[in-house]
Each structure stands twice: as C-alpha cells, then as structure tokens.
C-alpha cells in the first residue's frame, strides 16, 4: 500500500453508525456497567475514543507501537524528558526549537537533567558527547530553523551502543516524508500544530514510540500528567492528515523554487534549504526523506537586525506570525520570535544571526510568493543606503 493510500485508510469509518468521518465523542466520562466494567474507555483524561483514532493513526504513518496526543507539541517533549531521572543526560542538537531549549534549560536542569548541544550533522561530534550519564539523544532533522539535517540511522547505532534512547523531532519532515523508527528511532514528537494539521487552526502535539515498553511508559506520563488533547482538536488534526501527502508535496515543490530565488538575490548572504545541491547535509536528505520540506530559512548579506525587521514587516503574502506548515505562508525572524529565548551566543554558534529569516512557504502561487519576497527586497534598498 503506498503512503497516500495508507494515510486515508488508516482511519477507520466509526463501527457504532458507519460513519465515514470520526465521530467527535465530546464527554468527560463513560457510564459503566459495573465499578470497572466498562466498554474500553472511562475517563476522557485516560482515553477518549476521538483521540484514540488519532493516536493509532500517528502510530500507523510513524510504523510505530503506540502513539499518544497531547495539548501542544511542548507537552509531547515535556513527556518524553519525564522518562528520565535527577542525574540523567541529554545529548541535543545545537540548533534546536527555542522552546525545547527553555524546556530543557529552565525547568529540567534545576531538577538535575544536563544538557550537552552539539552540532548532531557531524556523527563524531555526537559521539564525543556521550557519556555514561547519557539516557537521551535529541534531534531535530531538519532542525528549527537552519535546517540542518541528522544521519538518524547513524545516530541510532551511537544510542544503541550506549543504552541511551534516540527521540527524533519528526515535525518539519512528517510522516509523509520520513520515517526515524524505520531509521533505528527509539520515539518520534511532533508538533501536531505544523504540517500534520496543516492550516494554523489548532495547537497539538504527538509521541510515537518502537515499542510496547516504552508506550506503556508514555501512557503513564500522559494520564499521570493530564496535558491530553482534546476530542474536538483530535478531530482536527485527523482531518488535516487526511490531505497531508498532497500539502507536503506542494509545499516542498513551493519551497524549492523559492530556495533557488534567493539563491540569486545579492542581499541574501546564505540560503538554507536541504533541496540545494548546495546544503551541506543534501545527500542524507536525499536518502531520509521524500520530500525536502516546505521551510526555507535565509540570512542577509549584512547582518541588521534593523534590515531584517524591515524585509519581515513589508511583504503582503507571507503573514509575520509564528509557527509554521499551514496552507498560507508564514514568515518570522527568529531571533525576536521562535528563538528569543535563546541567548545570542548561542543563537550565533547555530548560525541563528540577527537578520536570518524564516519561511514557512504555503500553497498559494509560488510566481506570487517569490514577487512578494521581491518586492519586499527591493523595499529595503529603497529605504537603506548598501
């Protein structure tokens, strides 16, 4: 069965009514038979039939045991840390989504969870960074925002040889292009918010895990913690996978003819995109994923802030907003939105620099999108003296 195919039919039509669209079972609670005698669900914290259906269907497209739906994609990080213990070692990509960092530096270290960031492209770098202590292996591939891309079968051999799980954040590729458990993967996240909702309605995140074990480990975490996501935005995202296949390709071929523009403007210093036979990282691309995603970062040739604010505040069809993978195309600098959290020596170590911009290319027209970028540029000559 090819993807396409699999993702439409891996929804199940409800067996009470016949139902082709997954029924919203908007309830907190379950009448029983008997004290403990019910019909598989209870309490909605524990299990709702709703978020069941998208919870097996994660499972499915990641060739996953178990999945599990949670209130944002940091919940599902925020899961996936709970694993560990006061002692314990996380090994993290150093270009890495500015909440995840605040995560991991402001809430998990004061309870006694290091984190050592490191350049994950470079398989050495990654083991060199192992220790003992080191239960974790964190990566983004593409990362948030430089694109950077992970040999994930590489880094899973690492972990496997040091008895550490590798959690793959799956959200700019998607299930429709990558697959990190087939990869050698311990656990797939995704901010469910991205491609797999695909149209900026909703905020949910997704963990996926190889096996039962840890599944039953996730499930703890999620009932024990209660951040669940709710039938109705289940729903959501259930319907937005339905057309995922068609938006990843689009997106992507959007993308990379927005890539291959910027690559000829003079005021663009560098343009990350792993479709560029020019990306350091192309080749691993090329074998991971189907499909080289629909994000595109850039940075200028003189790195201003100033000049930056001023590209990402005049163009019509890309929205200043945050997040990213909706139908409509989105643009932000990082250093004042998704990675403000980020110190700036940090941020310049990773190449996030004052003036990088990133976009997030929607499905309009891409003729359209790269006049609007255009003309944005020719704004800033208009306005600043080179």
Not at 159 to 168: R, S
Not at 357 to 380: C, H, K, M, P, T
């Amino acid at each position: 069965m090819k993807d396409s195919t699999k993702i439409l039919h891996s929804i199940p039509v409800d067996k009470l009514t016949g139902a082709i669209s997954t029924p919203i079972y908007q309830t907190s609670t379950f009448v029983q038979k008997a004290p403990g005698v019910h019909k598989g669900f209870d309490y909605s914290r524990s299990n709702n039939p709703t978020r069941k259906v998208l919870e097996d269907l994660i499972a499915t497209l990641e060739n996953g045991t178990n999945g599990y739906a949670f209130a944002s994609g940091l919940a599902a990080i925020d899961a996936v840390v709970k694993l560990l213990k006061s002692g314990d070692e996380i090994v993290a990509v150093d270009d890495i989504y500015g909440g995840a960092f605040r995560l991991f530096t402001h809430i998990y270290q004061k309870f006694g969870i290091t984190v050592k960031y490191v350049d994950a492209t470079d398989i050495v770098n990654v083991e060199n960074a192992v220790s003992s202590k080191t239960k974790l292996i964190w990566i983004e591939s593409p990362t948030n925002p430089t694109l950077k891309i992970s040999d994930i079968g590489e880094i899973a051999k690492i972990a496997k040889a040091n008895h550490a799980l590798l959690c793959v954040d799956n959200t700019f590729a998607s299930p429709a292009s990558q697959k990190p458990l087939d990869l050698g993967a311990d656990i797939v996240i995704h901010s469910a918010t991205k491609y797999l909702s695909g149209h900026s309605d909703l905020i949910a995140g997704l963990v996926v895990t190889n096996s039962e074990e840890l599944g039953v480990q996730i499930k703890f975490i999620q009932n024990a913690s209660g951040a669940i996501l709710s039938p109705f935005d289940s729903w959501l995202v259930i319907r937005g996978i339905e057309t995922l296949s068609l938006r990843v390709k689009q997106h992507a071929e959007n993308a990379q003819k927005i890539a291959e523009f910027l690559l000829t403007q003079e005021i663009v210093k560098n343009v990350y995109y792993p479709g560029l036979p020019q990306h350091k990282n192309h080749e691993v691309a090329k074998r991971q994923q189907k499909y080289f995603g629909g994000v595109v970062t850039f940075d200028l040739k003189i790195d201003n802030k100033e000049h930056a604010t001023h590209i990402v505040s005049n163009t019509k069809y890309f929205k200043l907003a945050e997040s990213l993978g909706g139908v409509k195309s989105l643009i932000c600098l990082p250093c004042e939105m998704t990675h403000k959290s980020i110190p700036q020596e940090i941020r310049y170590k990773s190449n996030v620099t004052d003036s990088l911009i990133r976009l997030s290319v929607g499905l309009e027209d891409v003729e359209d999108l790269i006049e609007d970028l255009e003309q944005a540029f020719n704004s800033l000559s208009n306005k600043f003296t080179f």
